[in-house]
């Protein structure tokens, strides 16, 4: 199914056949069987590149690589990052791209092969600016040096290490873009500014811990973080500053809860940054947050989203609260382009005015149309890429 109903956005703006019949596709979808012989064995892993929509641009999005990636996830996934670059404002499309392996089976020598191999069966669309990746769950920036290394075009990939090209504040623009969303909507929905506010985060990689970090900077109190392993909480506030260092929450030594009860915590903001999914009806009718803000893309579900909205749960969407990650990626894209260079202030600023800017469009629609925050960015976003479509003359 699709992320966007497109039906219900029809019934606020003028979408038309045409262009729902675009939308409703992908532009181009392509399948690699990566084998590579190696040690003892042969490592196989099946792997995908979705590009939605192109009308605005070249197809954005990163690469996942976990163990349960899917063509029908890729797609979402793909999808989602249409919107997400139309409600930005920014001349990209939406793409997406999954290895379907577990990163964790990976030497860093296997892992640079098969990195090597995904760019060899992909080539087309990685040498021609089709479609651009950057790092998604399980890639770093590391496997962009790889891809960079092959292509050997700057612009064929984005979230490089800043020494090769990469974007300075590349790495945290995510989690920074988070957490301004996160301000924006703690002032609108709760009254309040930061200070004191509890936040419960899931997911301490690169989203989750940059977030969280930005967020205890700021004055909120992150009471809650957890991992794929184990869940830490502090009724104070965790040491977030003095745990960016860690990788595995359950070698911190602080205290820990089970791990999805922190879904449930008695919080302010809860912010899932982790996997798909993890609001689902259930969750949704136990969970005590009063304003969720989803830094990881679709964490809830259709059902999930229905529940939050019948108790009055303000949600702020994937496609506003992540877009500072592909925010930062245009940037680098355009600066690999120029060849002009860009500071971290630089790279904050935009990202703090982009998201401003959206968040303050989407609050209008909300106030008009009398709709929720989601609809209201699906609202703007779709209508930004049916505009698209008739100025290219698709429809
Ligand atoms: P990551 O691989 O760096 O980190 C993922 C984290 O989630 C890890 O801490 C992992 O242990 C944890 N995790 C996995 N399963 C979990 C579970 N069941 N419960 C709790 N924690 C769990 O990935 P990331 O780049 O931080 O991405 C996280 C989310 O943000 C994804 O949904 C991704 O699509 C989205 N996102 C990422 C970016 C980006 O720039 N990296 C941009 C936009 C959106």
Redesign the pocket.
């Known amino acids: 199914m699709s992320v966007v109903d497109l039906n219900l956005v029809s019934r606020y703006i003028e979408v038309g056949r045409e262009a729902e019949r675009l939308l409703r596709k992908s532009d181009q979808e392509a399948y690699a069987n990566l084998n590579l012989k190696w040690d003892r064995g042969l490592l196989q892993a099946d792997a995908y590149i979705v590009l939605h929509c192109s009308v605005r641009g070249p197809a954005k999005g990163?690469i996942?690589m976990r163990e349960d990636v899917s063509l029908k996830e890729t797609r979402r996934?793909a999808e989602l990052m249409t919107y997400k670059c139309a409600l930005a404002k920014i001349p990209f499309g939406g793409g997406k791209s999954g290895i379907r392996i577990n990163p964790k089976v990976l030497s860093p020598e296997a892992r640079r092969a098969l990195i090597s191999e995904y760019v060899h069966m992909f080539a087309p669309y990685l040498q021609n600016g089709s479609y651009v990746p950057?790092?998604?769950?399980?890639t770093t920036p590391a496997d962009m040096a790889t891809i960079y290394g092959c292509t050997h075009i700057p612009e064929s990939v984005t979230?490089k290490p800043p020494r090769i090209g990469g974007l300075p504040g590349r790495e945290e623009?995510?989690g920074y873009g988070v957490a301004c969303t996160t301000r924006l909507a703690v002032r609108h929905v709760l009254g309040k500014d930061l200070r004191g506010v509890t936040v419960a985060v899931?997911?301490?990689?690169?989203?989750?811990k940059w977030t969280a970090r930005f967020l205890a900077e700021w004055g909120a109190k992150v009471i809650a973080v957890?991992?794929?392993?184990t869940a830490l909480y502090m009724d104070e506030g965790l040491p977030i500053t003095e745990m960016s260092g860690i990788s595995v929450l359950s070698e911190s030594g602080l205290p820990e809860i089970p791990?999805?009860e922190l879904l449930l915590l008695p919080v302010d903001v809860l912010i899932p940054?982790?996997?798909?999914g993890?609001i689902d009806e259930e969750i949704a009718s136990k969970l005590q947050a009063r304003l969720i803000i989803e830094?990881?893309?679709?964490?809830t579900t259709a059902a999930g989203d229905a529940v939050l909205n019948e108790r009055g749960i303000s949600v702020i969407p994937?496609i506003l609260a992540?877009s500072g990650?592909?925010i930062a990626s245009y940037i680098e894209w355009r600066q690999a382009k120029s060849g002009s260079l860009t500071d971290k202030s630089e790279t904050y600023d935009v990202i703090d005015k982009q998201i401003s800017r959206a968040y303050a469009d989407v609050i209008d629609v909300v106030r008009q149309k009398g709709v929720s925050h989601r609809l209201a960015a699906q609202i703007l976003a779709v209508d930004e890429v049916v505009q698209s479509m008739r100025d290219r003359g698709w429809i």
């Open positions: 990163g996942r996934l950057a790092p998604d769950m399980g979230g623009a995510t899931q997911g301490f990689g690169n989203v989750g957890s991992d794929v392993g791990r999805d940054a982790a996997i798909g993890v830094a990881a893309n679709d964490p994937d992540n990650g592909v």
